[in-house]
């Protein structure tokens, strides 16, 4: 299962021969330091306990084998507890699998098109939630139908699936808002991660768009965002079940959802933003002032490696490499506690009484805010916000000379795709980190 030492991340991951204008690889997989499939299956006890401590360290420095990717993701989202037993985890996945297909049953009577194998790119209701019957729209909406008789079948189910409901928009609205996004969906699957040979298979978009559907139903708050699919896309890559690849995805959003929430005043990303505007004014107050003389002082030129972790600017493979590594470093074994189920982390914590959580099971990031006391804190910036800092300040000289408007900062920041080195960025990230910790303490 190992490659030579020294292959290409992208080996891995085959890019349509016409697509040459992608972001090249940085990071290359090497045998002793990247974690290997038999690293992996070492640190597990014959009953099913993973020693996670043992391979925290080699993720951090060398990411984790294609051929282990999922498996490994699975633990450092949080999807289970490494003191878990074999057992126990194939009876959670099973339960997790259980429930999954009840939500994407429950999405399937309300839009039939769900679970079909068809992907819907136009509305296929209006804001009152009456089905569109325009045979243009709906032929639109569902490009694979091969006649006209199929647009007006796919008509009569939405009227169904409407009628079934009521027909009461006032008591429906949940319904209408998620059907409206069903759409919004489709299109943006339909972007995504089209370089790569994986998604000529019509099922693995189909996948995508299911996943992504069935989220936006179960989590009303936040519903689906532009963005989403770029986060989702790799969960379905590396994990061949789709119910478990939407639960890495559920997993993950746990800890981004807070991005995406958006109100009539703020965007929830904003937080972040501020928190880079900050540390870039502790550490290099020049830079921010410059930025802040700008325009720029909101910081929503670093908006979108917010939202897509860096997608954009990294080829497919470097970016999970950076991923991994990320997790990694912020690696907390209360993980699967904090998300399964809350009230165990508060009575461990009561009954701990000051007692300290092994360092050893803990990623470098984490060891850090412990040891520097940032955790006592309701909400420790994630390792992200550093990650663009370092971004920013290897930029800071150009920015200084050269940006004389937002624009410029724009274009700047837009050239480091291609050239963006995910391990030297966690590197920088780590610095910055230890440094702005050590200037906050003082008094």
Not at 202 to 230: F, H, P, R, T
Request: proline share 4%; glycine share 6%.
């Amino acid at each position: 299962m190992w490659r030579d030492s020294g292959a290409p991340t992208d080996s891995f991951y085959a890019v349509r021969p016409e697509c040459a204008d992608v972001p090249k690889t940085k990071f290359k997989i090497k045998a002793g330091k990247t974690l290997s499939a038999r690293r992996w299956q070492a640190a597990f006890s014959p009953e099913g306990h993973l020693d996670i401590g043992s391979v925290l360290g080699r993720i951090q420095r060398g990411g984790v084998h294609p051929s282990i990717r999922g498996e490994v993701w699975e633990f450092l989202l949080g999807c289970f507890e490494p003191k878990s037993t074999f057992d126990e985890r194939e009876q959670l996945r099973q339960k997790r699998r259980v429930q999954y297909a009840r939500w994407k049953e429950e999405c399937k009577e309300m839009d039939s098109h769900v679970g079909s194998g068809r992907i819907i790119t136009a509305p296929i209701i209006t804001e009152d939630g009456e089905p569109i019957q325009d045979p243009l729209v709906l032929l639109e909406a569902n490009p694979d139908q091969v006649n006209s008789n199929d647009s007006v079948s796919s008509s009569n189910e939405t009227r169904e699936n409407w009628e079934s409901f009521g027909g009461h928009v006032q008591l429906d609205r949940l319904v209408i808002d998620w059907k409206l996004t069903l759409h919004q969906i489709g299109l943006d699957v339909l972007r995504t991660d089209r370089t790569l040979e994986f998604y000529e298979n019509k099922e693995n978009l189909s996948k995508l768009w299911d996943i992504l559907a069935v989220y936006a139903w179960i989590d009303k708050d936040v519903g689906y965002c532009q963005g989403m699919s770029d986060l989702c896309s790799p969960m379905i890559v590396l994990l061949d079940d789709e119910a478990d690849a939407f639960w890495c995805f559920e997993r993950l959003m746990r800890r981004l959802r807070g991005n995406f929430r958006c109100t009539e005043k703020s965007v929830g990303v904003e937080n972040q933003l501020q928190s880079l505007a900050s540390i870039t004014q502790v550490l290099d107050p020049k830079l921010h002032q410059h930025l802040e003389t700008l325009g720029g002082g909101d910081y929503l030129f670093a908006f979108r490696m917010f939202m897509v972790l860096f997608r954009r600017e990294l080829s497919f493979g470097d970016s999970l490499f950076l991923w991994e590594m990320m997790w990694a470093l912020e690696y907390d074994p209360d993980i699967y506690y904090m998300y399964e189920d809350p009230g165990i982390i508060t009575e461990k914590n009561e009954g701990s009484k000051g007692k300290v959580k092994s360092t050893r099971q803990l990623g470098k990031y984490e060891r850090e805010n412990m040891k520097n006391g940032a955790k006592s804190s309701d909400a420790p910036l994630p390792i992200s916000v550093f990650l663009v800092a370092s971004v920013l300040k290897d930029k800071s000289a150009k920015l200084m000379t050269e940006a004389r408007g937002l624009d410029d900062v724009v274009k700047i920041l837009n050239d480091i795709s291609g050239t963006l080195d995910a391990k030297k960025a966690c590197i920088g990230a780590m610095k910055l980190h230890k440094k702005y910790l050590k200037k906050a303490k003082k008094p």
